[in-house]
């Protein structure tokens, strides 16, 4: 053997050595932590998935959840499996924690209805149908989302709230209970028979089968005004039959007043002229 095809050899055996094995080792050790990885991260999502799943938390926060866990999981997996390749994987952490840094800081207000948005999801002030008063805005919840709610207003607008604005300020739902109170305001003249419009009052309602008996309907003189004797009328129906009765009772209140003789006084002021001595 000549020297030169000896140290063709020698060269050949070094490259072998230095480069091909190692990188064949550190590719398929990195394509093992990939793949093995991969499967894991899969596995603990859909054992994730199951867990929330027990918990009976909202379809919408599961899918939510668990795509973000993967996608976690995966990054881990990707940034292990590029450190046994030998890329510097420091300053990839340090930059992908920058570029997190800037995202949540420009996201700032989204990141708010987001966490808002969860705890809507876990704690369920309302739920999809209630008639709610959230954020200044009265209506029917068509959508609960991550990052914002659907309602439908009485007059069928579609309205969408940030959940941020939501959850930082009062809420009430009007359909979280079976039962509500009517209240009302009847005024009658000061000359106007008060038992007698008591009694009117307490038929109308006695005769409407969908106020309740237990509780009992409120009727009470709850102020003598300016102008008249008013009687705070509270009787309580279904949630359901709210506004019916309220609109119904109204009606039927100004009805019999009217044939029965009773008086609905408006606000009015007597003027006294007074004329001096020249």
């Not at 992908?96 to 969860?118: K, M, R």
């Amino acid at each position: 053997m000549s020297l030169e095809s000896g140290f063709e050899l020698f060269k050949q055996e070094e490259l072998l050595d230095t480069y091909i094995i190692p990188w064949s080792i550190n590719i398929s050790f990195g394509l093992l932590i990939f793949i093995i990885g991969l499967m894991a991260s899969k596995a603990l999502t859909a054992g994730l998935r199951r867990l929330l799943g027990r918990l009976g938390l909202d379809n919408l926060l599961v899918n939510f959840v668990c795509s973000i866990s993967y996608t976690l999981m995966l990054l881990m997996v990707t940034i292990a499996a590029l450190d046994q390749l030998g890329v510097d994987t420091t300053s990839l952490i340090a930059l992908l924690g920058a570029a997190g840094l800037a995202i949540g800081l420009a996201l700032q207000g989204s990141l708010q209805n987001f966490a808002s948005g969860v705890l809507l999801i876990v704690f369920r002030p309302f739920k999809t149908g209630d008639y709610v008063d959230i954020a200044g805005t009265s209506g029917t919840v068509r959508e609960i989302n991550i990052f914002s709610t659907t309602l439908n207003t009485p007059d069928n607008k579609e309205t969408i709230v940030p959940n941020g604005a939501i959850y930082s300020g009062l809420i009430t739902n009007y359909s979280s209970k079976t039962e509500r109170r009517v209240d009302m305001i009847f005024g009658i003249g000061y000359g106007d028979d008060l038992l007698k419009a008591k009694s009117v009052i307490k038929d109308i309602l006695d005769a409407d089968q969908r106020i309740l008996k237990d509780p009992g309907a409120t009727i009470a003189v709850a102020e003598l005004g300016e102008s008249s004797v008013n009687f705070a009328v509270r009787p309580w129906v279904k949630s359901a039959d709210y506004w019916g009765v309220l609109f119904d009772i109204t009606e039927q209140v100004k009805l019999r007043f009217d044939a029965e003789g009773i008086s609905i006084p408006f606000p009015q002021m007597d003027v006294h002229l007074m004329k001096e001595n020249s």
